[in-house]
């Protein structure tokens, strides 16, 4: 078939490499490659045919294989991890836990925050919200699969080099372990930075360029900028213990209690914690005066000041470091209580009535294809009435957990943290659809594409 092998290009789609032997492949010919199949060497003049099979693994093999290893890590990294504190003596187990999981925990409550936002991109996959036209995302965004694929690689790392802590402080290589929280900071912040195309360089673009306009909110503000400004509001916690362990790692304490007794160097009451927990508030009061600037709308200054009743709660709480027992008990703490609610209910207020508009209990997610969650969610009031009531009482654990008597209660924080992030999680349903409610109806839907969008304009106007 090919007398005249030379002619063909080597670029040619059927040109492929077998060793260091080229193959020619006929592709009009199916199963026995011998009349289509010419190998230059040995093969030349053959008449035998040649046959090619390729063992590719079974997909639920390759899965359940993965699975296996994920389990053999888990419990190799418990088993180490628990060996490892028990070396400890009682009375410095306490105190070393509390360091250790200083260093880890922001990064593990930023990696359960990547598992939820998979979550959320997956439910809007398999529904009619077009996440990617409501935050003004090209074609090259990161899909569910992808989001999952670097929460796994993050669930893998950060309890690994936590696993490495705790075995070599154990085992007396205290600047061995002292390097593993430093490594992996550093390798997070270069990650993120690395300006060559590797590592989804557009999507952390994306994020980099978001993250400064809210720090700096001098432009108009768009759907993503507020959208992130409020996940940040939850996650306060983990920007205040990055603070305290950067703190640590740049002042050499890491791998030593001596922090815990010269506690005015990284302490908790550095004037620097409640800077770091309000700053988050701080960004999106101003992106809501910015947008009343740009549209005199009076509903933006109610949700500035909703952002402001944040402050009182976080100084007040904070002036339990500075201010005599009796003080505290007497005269700030009522009023920390005070600032507490009315935070808490101006928050749960605007949730519900502005944030996600359940005045018409609207269909949840309006699932196109059906499923076990489309079955079980889909236009059923009682989700609304758990979320409505599971948003109330998380709204008021999370303004407690702002005071500071809680601070060096690392177990109750954290859980306080993760049930924080899991009323956020349920929270970017309802806000995402509201957002594509107001996206449909102010455009016919033959002027809206889901499939042909690559680059959508950030034009479209959004309730702050």
């Avoid at 003596?89 to 598992?115: C, G, H, K, Q």
């Avoid at 080099?161 to 705790?166: P, Q, R």
Wanted: proline letters at 4%.
């Amino acid at each position: 078939m090919f007398e005249n092998p030379a002619a063909i290009s080597s670029t040619s789609p059927h040109l492929r490499k077998s060793g260091s032997k080229s193959v020619f492949i006929d592709p009009g010919v199916d199963g026995h490659l011998g009349g289509g199949v010419s190998e230059m060497g040995d093969l030349k003049g053959s008449s035998s045919p040649l046959h090619i099979t390729t063992m590719v693994p079974s997909p639920i093999f390759l899965w359940r294989f993965k699975v296996i290893l994920f389990l053999f890590w888990a419990l190799c990294c418990c088993k180490i991890g628990w060996d490892s504190v028990m070396r400890m003596s009682i009375d410095l187990r306490d105190l070393f836990l509390y360091e250790a999981f200083l260093y880890y925990n922001p990064l593990l409550l930023v990696t359960m925050m990547v598992w939820l936002w998979g979550v959320n991109l997956w439910v809007f996959s398999q529904g009619s919200v077009n996440y990617a036209k409501v935050f003004d995302l090209d074609h090259n965004h990161l899909t569910h699969r992808e989001m999952w694929k670097c929460s796994m690689w993050m669930t893998i790392i950060v309890p690994t080099s936590m696993t490495a802590y705790l075995y070599l402080y154990s085992h007396g290589e205290v600047s061995l372990a002292a390097s593993q929280p430093v490594l992996l900071y550093i390798a997070f912040a270069l990650v993120l930075i690395f300006p060559f195309d590797i590592f989804y360089l557009s999507s952390r673009y994306f994020l980099l360029r978001t993250l400064w306009r809210i720090a700096f909110p001098l432009q108009p503000i768009t759907f993503p900028d507020f959208f992130l400004a409020d996940i940040l509001t939850s996650m306060v916690k983990v920007f205040s213990d990055l603070e305290r362990s950067v703190c640590r790692m740049v002042h050499r304490q890491v791998a030593t209690i001596a922090w815990f007794e010269a506690d005015a160097v990284c302490g908790s009451h550095q004037i620097a914690i409640p800077l770091v927990l309000v700053f988050p508030y701080i960004c999106r009061l101003l992106q809501c005066l910015r947008q009343y600037k740009d549209t005199k709308e009076k509903s933006s200054l109610l949700n500035a000041l909703k952002y402001s009743t944040a402050v009182p709660v976080i100084f007040l709480s904070a002036l339990k470091y500075h201010v005599m027992a009796d003080s505290w008990t007497s005269f700030y703490r009522p009023l920390w209580l005070f600032s507490s609610v009315i935070n808490s209910l101006y928050s749960f207020y605007w949730d519900v009535t502005r944030d996600w508009d359940l005045s018409g209990f609207t269909k949840i997610f309006k699932f196109s294809r059906p499923s076990a969650i489309s079955n079980l969610l889909y236009g059923r009031q009682w989700v609304y009435f758990w979320v409505i009531g599971s948003n109330l009482v998380l709204r008021c654990a999370w303004t407690y957990k702002l005071s500071a008597h809680l601070r060096h209660n690392y177990i109750t924080v954290f859980t306080i943290t993760a049930m924080e992030m899991l009323r956020r999680f349920q929270w970017v349903f309802f806000r995402v659809e509201n957002e594509w409610n107001k996206i449909t109806k102010s455009h016919p839907m033959g002027e809206i594409s889901l499939e042909e969008d690559k680059l959508l304009g950030s034009t479209t106007p959004h309730d702050v």
